[in-house]
């Protein structure tokens, strides 16, 4: 299961740039990811469980991983909201 770099791919043709920061789930947690994102131009390539990718690897901080952590965790709420509606 790999939608994470379409789903880059999507954002840049419909945005015209990438985001600086991704966070995503775990299950998505893959160097080759973290490469193909980069190579893209996302700065930091965040995925919720490191699944043994180091900080160094996704080029963050410590500090940096655990704050894109906690907003992706902040905004679960308001997404299972918006779905139930």
Known sequence: MNRFIPVIRGHLETFGQV???TVSD???ASLDNVDEGRALGI???VF????GISYLDMGVKKKTFKR?????AGIEGNISELKRV
Request: aromatic share 12%; net charge positive; glycine share 6%.
């Open 43 to 45: 700065n930091r390539v």
């Open 26 to 28: 775990g299950c998505y």
């Open 68 to 72: 894109l952590r906690d907003f992706r």
């Open 19 to 21: 985001p600086a920061a």
């Open 48 to 51: 919720h469980k490191k699944r």
